[in-house]
Every structure is written in structure tokens, then in C-alpha cells.
DNA sequence: GCCAACGTTGGC
DNA sequence: GCCAACGTTGGC
């Protein structure tokens, strides 16, 4: 099992709408590195969900379902989408600010490499995360 | 709103 | 193939 992090604009698509949803087609990707890591995706992953510009942080954990397909919304053949189901918003939102005073998660690709939306993270890093995002489970 | 980081484009 | 110019993203 992979673990990804997946970037949304809560203006845009918010974990909110996502919940209500249930699953969404991650399209508009247009940024080579991005794809690599959406066509790496494998059923079963899960990604953590990050509210990027507002909030900027983890709010909750999605689930692939299907892999990676040519992006509907454009013809140029060389972009393509994942589906994600919704799995489970966090008891507890964890910040960007949080993550950069972190020994272990101020490395996550997050961090790294700011502009890319769909960036792989490390089992321990999901795994502090999880923890980390669920207190009354310690 | 500004700016840093980085990707893309196009002139040479 | 290099590099300057420009566009985009996202943190602050």
C-alpha cells in the first residue's frame, strides 16, 4: 500500500463537498510530476486530503477506487485522472505550521515541493499523521 | 497583495 | 541546447 497527499483549494472543492459526494474524479492536474504520481496510484491507496491557500491543512483521508484514466475534461492525451472515495474527516485538522515544527513530518514532499498537487508520503509520515490527527485513540 | 519556487515557452 | 521571459501555485 502507497500513501499519497492530495492538494484541493477549499474555495474550490472542500472536504465538505467531497464528504457529500462520496467519491470524485481528481481531474485538471496539468503538471507532469503530478501525473507521474496520480499514475502511480494503486486501488486501495490512500491519500491524505490537504486544504491548500484557506486552511492549509490535513483535514481528512481519501481512498483510490479506481486508477489512473485518461482526465475527461481535457483531449490532449497526455492527462490523466484517479477516482477517490471519500474515507473519513479528521477528528482534529493538522496544520501546515504544525508540520514544519515537526522533526519527522517538516520533510514530508508537501513541504518539499509546495507547488506540486498529488505528492507521495512516507508510511511513517501517514502514520504520524493519523495519529496525530486522532487524540482520544492514544 | 507580494514574492519565492518552479515549470514552460520560445528566441537564438 | 541554453537561457531569459513569463505564468502558475501557494505560503506569508
Not at 486552511?55 to 490532449?76: H, M, N, W, Y
Not at 514530508?108 to 490527527?133: A, G, H, K, W
Request: aromatic share 10%; with cysteine.
Amino acid at each position: 500500500m502507497n500513501y499519497w497527499l492530495v492538494k484541493s483549494e477549499p474555495q474550490k472543492y472542500p472536504i465538505s463537498r467531497f464528504e457529500e459526494d462520496g467519491s470524485t474524479i481528481w481531474d485538471g492536474v496539468r503538471n507532469y510530476q503530478a501525473r507521474n504520481n496520480l499514475q502511480a496510484m494503486r486501488l486501495g491507496d490512500l491519500c491524505l486530503y490537504y486544504h491548500s491557500n484557506e486552511g492549509r491543512e490535513i483535514v481528512g483521508l481519501a481512498r483510490v477506487v479506481k486508477e489512473a484514466f485518461q482526465d475527461p475534461t481535457t483531449s490532449e492525451d497526455a492527462w490523466v485522472v484517479v477516482e477517490l472515495a471519500f474515507e473519513e474527516l479528521f477528528p482534529r485538522p493538522f496544520g501546515l505550521a504544525e508540520m514544519k515544527a515537526h522533526p519527522v513530518l517538516s520533510k514530508m514532499e508537501l513541504i518539499r515541493q509546495s507547488r506540486l498537487s498529488v505528492v507521495p508520503v512516507r508510511t511513517e509520515e501517514f502514520d504520524l499523521v493519523i495519529r496525530l490527527t486522532h487524540p482520544e485513540e492514544n
